[in-house]
């Protein structure tokens, strides 16, 4: 079973705080991608890559920065958090080919105080 | 840019009764489209996927066709059961290094008679 491990699980912080969310796929997988969920909204896309140091801009990318270090490992930095990013957040990764599926993680939660 | 639009935010029915959740899509490529289902406090996971014109395809009960004629992919089921309360997305991606784009989800919600 294709394997994505969040963490943390829950955080809460503060506006003007600096929150890293940390995301590893065991799947051997080229593609890892970042989403937001929000009611009303769906799942949208703030940044994805195809390769360690590569880096996509996705849909709804300001006040986010990403990294992906190595094929495994893909990090969201948010360096002065708002609470309009108050959201559930998901990191998924997935083969490189057009019909290749999503493999999820369980989300991190995370509340801007 | 691609979109997805479901236009149903809740849909609640009888167990037992067909359900249909629309989904249609807006695209200048060639599509491929998917259908994820989310249970409460789980991840999203692939329901069915499909890039072919005017096929059915099915998994879990549950069906779904493509028709490019139309840009859509409804996802249907014939008789709803109550572990199929849950948020479906309906998904669409394009080219080769094309992260997915999702709508904004139906929540289904079965009830007995």
């Known amino acids: 079973e294709a394997a994505v491990t969040q963490s943390p699980r829950n955080k809460v912080t503060v506006t003007g705080g600096n929150v890293t969310l940390s995301c590893r796929q065991t799947n051997s997988h080229n593609y890892m991608y970042w989403y937001r969920q929000d ?33 495994e490992d893909f990090f969201l930095l948010l360096e002065l958090a708002s609470p309009s990013q108050t959201s559930l957040y998901f990191c998924a990764s997935s083969d490189a080919y057009r019909g290749g599926q999503l493999y999820f993680g369980e989300g991190s939660k995370l509340t801007v105080l | 840019g691609d979109s997805v639009t479901q236009t149903e935010g809740l849909v609640t029915l009888t167990k037992g009764l067909p359900v249909m959740l629309n989904c249609t899509y807006q695209t200048t490529y060639s599509p491929f489209l998917f259908w994820y289902v989310q249970h409460l406090n789980e991840a999203p ?27 859509s992919f409804h996802l249907q089921k014939s008789s709803v059961q109550l572990s199929d309360s849950a948020l479906y997305f309906c998904a669409l991606k394009t080219g080769f290094a094309s992260a997915l784009t999702f709508g904004s989800g139906t929540k289904v919600i079965p009830c007995l008679p």
């Open chain 1, 39 to 71: 009611t009303g909204h769906g799942l949208r896309l703030i940044h994805y890559s195809y390769g360690a140091g590569n880096l996509q801009i996705g849909d709804v990318p300001d006040g986010y920065k990403a990294t992906r270090t190595t094929q």
């Open chain 2, 45 to 71: 996971k692939l329901l069915l996927k499909s890039s072919t014109d005017n096929k059915r395809t099915e998994h879990q009960g549950f069906y779904a066709t493509l028709h490019k004629s139309s840009s």
